[in-house]
């Protein structure tokens, strides 16, 4: 009954006060905090209380599980920010002529949604952007698809995924959802001042580039017309603003999508303190944390199983070296200062001893 909701609930007494025929009381529990206790003698089972408490209107997925995770196609996972995961969901879907939209870079290098529908596009999809996408038409052409029946995977930041559910306003049997865990994005103008301050021609980028070290000390890699260039994200003017929380949109501080109960069907991120908790799981290539929040992400997770490799973590243990799952971060030391050169039209200085340093 109403105690299976225990680990979200927060001690309202709707249900106390819902019940008919008064089985429930309210109980302090070692730190103060309200909790319902049942009595089974009174109790009819009509189920009003589980029906109408507020946390089940946001379904709870009971069988949520958690993995540390990594494609078993080398060649995908090296490609990809952490176990290459993401390409098994998105190519399962297009082998069901399903459509997958997600974050890819345009000719300026800026970010944006997109959809792919073949699977020799995926790489447009694969990696982390550490830029906002922008979602453009992406939300319309998803629920035009979904109403005339195709299959849909829609994958984002958090923010992006509910921000979908709002505007479709109902659910969709043919609809998948995951998002990332998201430390916060950083502002598209710092980025293109980054571009601005490389003066070569930039023909692609990769954040988290593994070639020449393991998944967890990843450079930038930068592929110039005549030359490639790869830079430890310690040294990198661009990645230190981004991890020190300089360059984030205001919302990221206080952001509101970052919970255990996530509105989508998947959640994917990087298996950050795998070590600590089985060895076995990181040889260096990158491993993905997979987090299944719904029954619809449990079947595309069992449809990928054998392309695989996967260990059952503990949920609390998995987000325990990622409080990016939960938490917003605080403003960076530079925050005001870039701020104040972007508000006056000089973000070119933002990255002025660029040459000097990467
Ligand atoms: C801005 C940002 C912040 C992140 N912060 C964290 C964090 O704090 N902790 C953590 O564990 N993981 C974080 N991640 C997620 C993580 O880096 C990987 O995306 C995740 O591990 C999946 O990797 P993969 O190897 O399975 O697939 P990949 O192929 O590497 O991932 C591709 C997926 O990332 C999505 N994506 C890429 N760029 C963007 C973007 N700019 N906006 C929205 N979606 C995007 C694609 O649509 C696709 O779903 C972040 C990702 C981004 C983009």
Redesign the pocket.
């Known amino acids: 009954m109403i105690e299976e909701f225990k680990d979200y609930c927060t001690g309202c007494r709707a249900c106390e006060k819902l019940c008919p025929k008064g089985a429930i009381t309210m109980e302090r529990d070692y730190k103060g905090f309200l909790y319902p206790k049942v009595n089974y003698d009174k109790c009819v089972k009509c189920g009003l209380c589980k029906n109408r408490c507020p946390i089940n209107n946001k379904e709870v997925y009971k069988e949520k599980k958690a993995y540390a995770a990594y ?1 078993k196609d080398e060649k995908i ?1 090296m ?9 098994l969901f ?1 190519e399962n879907i297009i082998d069901k002529k399903g459509v997958v ?4 870079f345009n000719e300026d290098l800026q ?1 944006e ?1 997109i959809r792919v529908e073949n699977k020799s596009d995926l790489n447009k ?9 922008d979602t453009k038409d992406t939300y319309v052409e998803a629920k035009e698809l979904l109403e005339n029946g195709r299959l849909v995977y829609f ?3 958090p923010c ?1 995924i509910e921000g979908l559910k709002a505007y479709l306003g109902k659910d969709y049997e043919n609809l998948i959802l ?1 998002d ?7 502002s598209p103008k710092v980025w293109k001042a980054y571009l601005d301050s490389k003066k070569q021609k930039i023909n692609s980028v990769n954040f ?1 580039n593994k070639e020449k070290s393991s998944w967890e000390n990843y450079q930038m890699k930068i592929t110039y017309e005549n030359d490639v260039e790869y830079i430890d994200r310690k040294i990198n003017p661009y990645m230190i603003l ?1 991890l020190k929380n300089s360059s984030l949109r205001e919302s990221c501080y206080n952001c509101k999508f970052k919970k255990e109960n996530r509105e989508s069907d998947i959640t ?5 303190g795998i070590n600590k908790i089985d060895e076995t799981m990181n040889d260096g290539k ?1 491993t ?3 987090l299944i929040n719904s029954e619809k992400g449990n079947k595309l997770l069992e449809e990928i199983s054998d392309k695989i490799v996967k260990k059952e973590v503990d949920f609390k243990t998995a987000i325990e070296n ?1 409080l ?2 939960i938490r917003s971060c605080r403003k960076g030391d530079k925050y005001d200062e870039i701020s104040n050169l972007i508000r006056e039209g000089r973000e070119e200085e933002i990255f002025k001893e660029n040459d000097k340093n990467g």
Request: with cysteine.
């Open positions: 494609n996972r490609e990809s920010t952490s176990g290459g995961i993401f390409t998105a939209f997600g974050a890819a970010v949604h999809l694969r990696t982390s952007k550490y830029v906002q996408s994958s984002g930041a992006q995951q990332i865990i998201c430390h916060g994005v950083p988290r981004f994917l991120a990087d298996f950050w990158g993905s944390l997979l990622n990016s799952m």
